[in-house]
């Protein structure tokens, strides 16, 4: 009995030192990580005053984040009025930079201008559109002042007059509504002085046009029916395309984000032409004007078909040159607006 007792404490007394023997041994605490803040300096770009001094910002602040505390101490310079960059001959930096990324030390000097007021795009581009709109249609049921007393609220005799009045009203009915659902636009604002410039040119152009089309002395195409039917079907086409293509591009990121996508056809056949040209939904729209240019065989709508083109291919060259910029692996056969051409 002696002998099991003693084995069974010799095992009892062997178990805890087992258990005492298992545990892990713990870790020791981690250091923290030492942050290392920046100090940031923003000065005048026109008279280098300098305006502000950050201390202990955070490494991983955005740009958009500098011009919000910025703001805090100049409250009329909202973040869409400032321009922040490295060097008075560099480029504005880009809201969503990273400070920690940019070639700078731990004491960055930002260069400010003022842009002046601003705009949001969408406003802009709403009353670009809405002026063209009701210009024309004063022109068209004939309102008093515009042409002679007697043909005050007349209707032309002319079929080809009311086609044109419905195609012009649809193009720019189509722009807002797309403006206000469809587009999603990547730049927030645009100076306010640029407004002026913009109706003076859509409004001026809507009232040349619109005068001369509707003017009681119009006179219909020359080859009749079979030149306006070309016209209207080319202007048909075009708008159904151009329509496809800004769905298409809305459809390429999701809402609020900037990231930029090659885009490339869909099952939509009025999207192939991504296949031959970056910017197709200029290449539409040219071709809606031109479409419009046959229907009415007028000169304002072709002088300003022709004004429309070489401000499209401005754009066109700019986005496809950031494309091919941006990304490696671009279609090289893609032209920007023109297949094959330009």
């Known amino acids: 009995m002696d002998v099991l007792a003693l084995e069974a404490k010799s095992v009892n007394g062997s178990e805890p030192e087992k258990k005492s023997s298992s545990r892990p041994k713990p870790k020791p605490p981690k250091k923290a990580k030492r942050i290392v803040y920046f100090e940031v300096e923003i000065v005048d770009l026109k008279t280098k005053e300098k305006l502000l001094l950050l201390d202990k910002v955070e490494p991983t602040a955005t740009v958009l984040d500098i011009k919000a505390l910025f703001q805090k101490s100049y409250p009329k310079w909202y973040p869409a009025r400032q321009s922040l960059r490295l060097d008075p001959k560099s480029k504005c930096l880009r809201d969503e930079e990273i400070l920690q990324t940019l070639p700078v030390g731990t004491t960055a000097s930002f260069y400010f201008r003022d842009l002046g007021p601003q705009l949001t795009w969408g406003t802009v581009f709403l009353t670009e559109c809405v002026g063209p709109l009701v210009i024309y249609l004063m022109f068209y049921f004939h309102l008093p002042f515009i042409y002679s007393p007697k043909y005050d609220f007349t209707s032309s005799k002319h079929w080809v007059v009311h086609l044109a009045c419905i195609c012009h009203s649809f193009h720019y009915i189509k722009r807002i509504l797309e ?20 109706c003076g040119y859509y409004w001026c152009s809507a009232a040349w046009m619109a005068y ?3 003017h009681p002395l119009y006179t219909t195409p020359y080859y009749g029916q079979m030149q306006v039917n070309t016209g209207l079907y080319v202007f048909l086409f075009c708008q159904i395309g151009n329509f496809s293509i800004h769905v298409a591009l809305r459809n390429l990121k999701p809402p609020g984000s900037k990231v930029k996508k090659i885009p ?6 009025f999207t192939w032409m991504f296949w031959l040209v970056s910017c197709p939904n200029y290449t539409y729209e040219l071709g809606s004007w031109i479409g419009i ?19 499209m291919t401005v754009w066109a060259r700019g986005k496809h040159g950031s494309y091919v910029k941006e990304f490696r692996d671009y279609p090289t056969l893609r032209s920007s607006m023109l297949p094959f051409i330009l």
Do not use: D, E, W
Not at 264 to 269: A, C, D, H, L, V
Not at 293 to 311: E, G, H, K, S
């Open 179 to 198: 403006t206000m659902f469809v587009h999603r636009i990547s730049h927030g604002t645009m100076p306010l002085k640029n407004i002026f410039k913009n």
């Open 293 to 311: 240019t046959v229907m009415t065989q007028c000169v304002p709508v072709a002088f300003f078909t022709l004004v429309a083109f070489i401000q």
């Open 264 to 269: 490339y056809p869909t099952k939509n056949p």
């Open 212 to 214: 001369y089309i509707n």
